[in-house]
Each structure stands twice: as C-alpha cells, then as structure tokens.
C-alpha cells in the first residue's frame, strides 16, 4: 500500500519554499494553492537544478503507463498553473525555462531549508491539559481550553501544530515527552494543568523542547472566569515569541479574532465542543442545545452558529434528519455565520460543506474551500472537507494529494483515516481503502461509521461474506441507522442473494413511515440488483427531496451499470454537475472498478 504519510524534504528559491515533508508550496510562510500536478513537476525540476528534464521524463514520472489522457495537453495545463503559481512567464522566466520540443529546466537558484537547531521550535503538540479540580463535571472545561490553545497556535502560519484529534490521544497517557514528541514528529510539546474553583480560573503551561527534555517557557494564569476569555490566544502568542516564530500581519489578525465577550455563552460553546467531539448522535444533538445556548446568550457569535451548521450538516449527513432540516439548516447557519465573521475560516467551511450537499454546488464549495484555507491554512477540518469534495468532482490525484497532506499533519485522526478510506473506496483503490479503514478501526473498534467503510471496501473487492459482517456490526453498534442497513442491501444484491436485499428494501420501506430515509440509499440497492428502471425513479425521488447523497452520485462505485444509460448524465445536467462523467468513465477505463469480481459468496 501507498504510505500517504511519507516524509521528504524542503528547498527554498526566492520568496518560496517547497515543504515537500507537508506537499506545500509557501510564499513568506504563507501556503500557496497549487494542485498535485503542478507540485510534482515543480519537486522533479527542483530535484535537477539548471539540467534540462524533457516532457517525456515528466511524462513518465508523473501519468502511469495505463492512464488515458491528453499528456500534451496536462503537462502544458500543470506548467502554465506552476508559472501562475510562481509568478513567472515563459517570455521572461525567472524560475522555469521552456527549451522548444525538448523540456524545462528550474534556473533559480535554490537552498536547502535548514533542520530545526537545539531551541529552534518549527512544529508542536498541545497535550491535554489536566484538569486538577476532581471533579469529572469540568473535563469539558478542561478540553475546551486544550482545544482553543490549539486552534489560536495553529493560525500562525509558520507553525505545525498537531491536531485536536491526534493530541487527544495521550489524555491520560504517561509517557516521556521526548517519546510522545517523536511519535507526534514534533519539535516541542505544551503540557499544563487547569483548575477551576468556581468563578476563579488558574492554567499554568509549559513548553519543552523535546530533543532536550530542556523547559524553555512556563507560565501561570489566575483570571476570573470573565477575563479569561482571549487567554489562549495570549498563551499563543507568548510560545511565539519563546521560539522566535515571526508572526505576520495575517497571524496577528487571526490571533486577534475572539469569540465572544458574553461568559455564559463562551461556557455553552465550550460544553458544546465537548459533545460535539464524541462523534456519536447523542454527542451531537446535546451539541445542538449548547450552540442554541450560547447563540441565545450573545446572537453575534459566528463561531457558535458555525457549530450549530456543522451539528446539522453532521445530522443530514447519517440521515437522521431531512435535507432541510439537515444541510438547508446548516446553510443557514453557515450563512449568518459568515456575515458576522467573514474572517472566520470555519464559518466559510462550514458554508462550502452545505453549499455542496444541499445545493449540489461543487464550484461554489470549492472557492469557498479554498478562501477557507487562505484565512487559515493550518485548519485541519477543512482540510479533509475539501478532500472530500474534489473527490466528489473525480479529481483523484488532487483528492488523494491532499489527504496526504492532512494524514501528515494529524496521522491519530479518526475522522482523517476514515476519510481517506472512503475516499479510496471511491477511487476504487479498495485494497488501500482496507487498509486505512483498519487503521481507523485501531483507534476505535467501535465507530460504526469505520465498520461500515470497511465493508463498502471488501464489498469492492468482491469478498461480500467479510463486507457482511463488517455491515451487519455497524448496524449493531448504531442501534439500526438506515444507512448502513442499505449497506447490507446493496452487499446482498451484489453476492447475488436477491430475496435477503428485498428484505432489506421492506425494511427500509418500513422506517420511512417512522423516519426520514433518503430514497438515494434505496437507488444504491436497486442499481446493484440491476434493476435500472427502479433504481432511476429512486433517484429521481432523491433529486426531488434534495438528498445529500446525489452529490456524490457522479463518481459511485455503486452505480457503475448505470452510467452508460441517458438518464444518469441528465441527472448530473439538472444538477448542474460538473465534468460530466468523465471521472468515473477514466476510472473504468484503467480498469480500477470492481469488474469481474465474484457475483457469489466466497467459500
């Protein structure tokens, strides 16, 4: 399997620096967007300084043997956006020079970027911090804090900071620093405590430079709770100066954004985070009620009717609730958000992530995407959001490049595996998908999403006994959601058991008197039984109820036998869908989908 996580090196040229351990591409420490193509070229050019590399050996490193594309066409498409990229011309080349039929050559001159010396911090790990009042009531408190220390250090550009999901990990966790340092690849650690004895706060922090197991900072903070609440941004800013990061005027103006002047609402925001951050439905509606508190307690609070679109993207997604109720209402959400805040990068990732379920509308959410990365390029969510959706759009190379990128930031991310797995699964590389899928399972064996993943990847392979069982345990765990028992639909009219994916279709049927079931599940059930006509006036329901699924009809592994048929493509133009179906058709092409795999169970 491809390890989407390698490390490699960095140069610097002029004003730019390839980070090419992270794939990025920074301009003054500020990441430059640039899709995977470009960035390959502009790795191979830096790796041959001044030597000429003629189109072929690009043609050769970068597009396999068994792809079907205009190579002339992509390598000039990937040239002209690296020059776009750089600010170069062809006429006057600063970095990459044209020789006419024969290639390019890199002729700026370039420098190794330095490793990180004794003292000099470029990465770090927020542990979390303990909380010293026994009293597990205010383990939200606890968390909360932790989080917010990490979201304000990774608005400074030139810093890599751990994510929220991997630093959780080690709650609890006795281990040396240096240890957890080197398992996180990181070049420091903060650690602290936080008490809390009614309205009085006391947090102390320290940072320690994890080669050394040297302290190179620590502090003590005793607020009340009132003037405490810009307190991690200050924390912030004071390990910036300690490690001497230059912070820019984009930094100071992210550090500068607060959340709320209001306490109770602050306090309903971070209860909120902590149910949010159980990713299980519970978690999720109690997140709800603590968003509404703290929008109640002070109605300008982008942040919290951001965490109010995500509860509701988040409901809509697992089919809990109507597209209306789900991603129409996180819009909504997002919208207001968005006009209170417009630097506020969640608020624009939230928006992009409603924009492409509810409206289908994958050019909007992609700018909203990428205008959520210019706000702030170390935001982890986004990250594998937009991923997300470019894999929805069947741009795989740039999909999967930036899963990587996320995987290197935050290699312990429930979330982030999953993602990646099914991801993969789309792409139809389903051995690889297998592989994350049980990675995201060691970090919990009981997220019923994880389960599901693996069984749509042994479904792919066509080991439908595995595919079952994996199904039938998330069916289990989550107590009976819809989604996963279509899973076990469209695995059984796949192995060829008609009569039990009928069952499954009653069942279904069924629940929708009691719930809402998007009837885009059930198209998934009818397709594999090859029933076409049914399978299209199930889809027709879901493009008229607005399912948030249909955005990613174009590139489904599932609806494979139904592309060649008229009424797909007039599908994807009444959603104003774009590329038409070329993704999936190229995927077929390279022989990639589950073609000629079993139709029976294995023995």
């Known amino acids: 399997m491809e390890d989407l996580g390698s490390a490699r090196t960095s140069v610097r040229f002029g004003p730019f620096e390839l980070d090419q351990d992270a794939g990025e591409l920074r301009k003054g420490g500020t990441k430059v967007r640039l899709q995977e193509q470009p ?21 050769n490193q970068i597009w396999p043997s068994d792809t079907f594309v205009d190579f002339d066409h992509g390598i000039n498409n990937a040239i002209k956006r690296l020059r776009e990229a750089l600010g170069d011309t062809a006429e006057t080349p600063l970095y990459i020079e044209t020789l006419p039929r024969r290639g390019y050559r890199f002729i700026g001159n370039i420098e190794p970027v330095a490793q990180p010396v004794s003292g000099h911090i470029q990465s770090i790990a927020v542990l979390p911090l303990e909380n010293l009042s026994c009293d597990p009531e205010q383990e939200y408190f606890a968390d909360g804090l932790t989080e917010a220390l990490i979201t304000s250090l990774a608005k400074i550009g030139a810093l890599r900071v751990v994510s929220r999901t991997t630093a959780m990990h080690y709650k609890g966790v006795r281990r040396p620093l240096p240890q957890i340092a080197q398992e996180l690849g990181v070049d420091g650690v903060v650690e602290g405590t936080v008490l809390r004895s009614g309205e009085r706060v006391r947090i102390s922090a320290q940072l320690i430079e994890a080669k050394s197991d040297r302290h190179l900072w620590a502090e003590s903070y005793e607020r009340d709770l009132r003037d405490m609440l810009g307190l991690h941004s200050e924390v912030a800013r004071a390990i910036a100066t300690e490690i001497q990061v230059k912070l820019t005027p984009e930094d100071r103006q992210r550090l500068a954004v607060g959340h709320t002047a209001n306490t109770e609402a602050y306090e309903a925001y971070l209860k909120a985070r902590y149910h949010w951050n159980k990713l299980t439905p519970e978690g999720i509606r109690k997140a709800v009620e603590y968003f509404q508190q703290a929008v109640a307690k002070d109605p300008g609070y982008a ?20 597209p209306d109720e789900g991603f129409g209402a996180a819009k909504a959400a997002a919208q207001k958000a968005v006009q209170m805040d417009p630097t506020l990068a969640e608020a624009h990732s939230s928006l992009a992530w409603a924009i492409m379920h509810y409206d289908w509308d994958c050019i909007t959410a992609e700018k909203e995407f990428q205008h959520a990365l210019e706000l702030n390029p170390n935001y982890m969510s986004v990250q594998h959001f ?31 595996n999953m993602t990646a797995a099914l991801i993969l699964a789309y792409a139809r590389r389903f051995e690889d998908s297998i592989e ?11 997220f019923p999403s994880v389960r599901w993943t693996l069984g749509l990847a042994y479904e792919g392979m066509g080991m439908y006994e595995p595919a079952a069982k994996e199904v039938q345990r998330a069916i289990e765990i989550s107590h009976g959601q819809p989604l996963y028992i279509s899973s076990l639909g469209h695995v059984y009219a796949r192995a060829g058991k008609r009569d039990e994916a009928f069952k499954i279709v009653d069942q279904l049927k069924n629940l929708s008197k009691q719930r809402y079931v998007t009837p885009y599940w059930m198209a998934y059930i009818y397709a594999c039984l090859n029933d076409k006509d049914e399978a299209f006036r199930w889809l027709e329901k879901a493009y008229r109820d607005r399912s948030a699924w249909m955005a990613h009809m174009k590139e489904s592994p599932w609806l494979d036998n139904l592309r060649s048929d008229p009424r797909f493509d007039d599908l994807l133009r009444r959603m104003n869908f774009p590329y038409g179906v070329r993704g999936a058709e190229a995927m077929l092409r390279r022989d990639l989908a589950p073609a000629g795999l079993p139709l029976h169970w294995q023995d």
């Open 39 to 59: 960035l390959q070229i502009l790795e191979i050019l830096l790796g041959q300084p001044g030597k000429v590399v003629t189109r072929e050996e690009l043609r």
């Open 303 to 322: 942040a919290a009717y951001t965490g109010l679109a995500d509860c509701s993207s988040r409901l809509g997604w697992w089919g809990f609730v109507s």
């Open 386 to 416: 937009y991923a997300a959706c470019l894999a929805a759009m069947g741009q795989w190379e740039e999909s999967i490049a930036q899963i990587k990128r996320i995987l290197h930031l935050d290699p312990l991310s429930l979330i982030v």
């Open 436 to 446: 994350y899928s049980r990675k995201a399972l060691e970090l919990d064996p009981n």
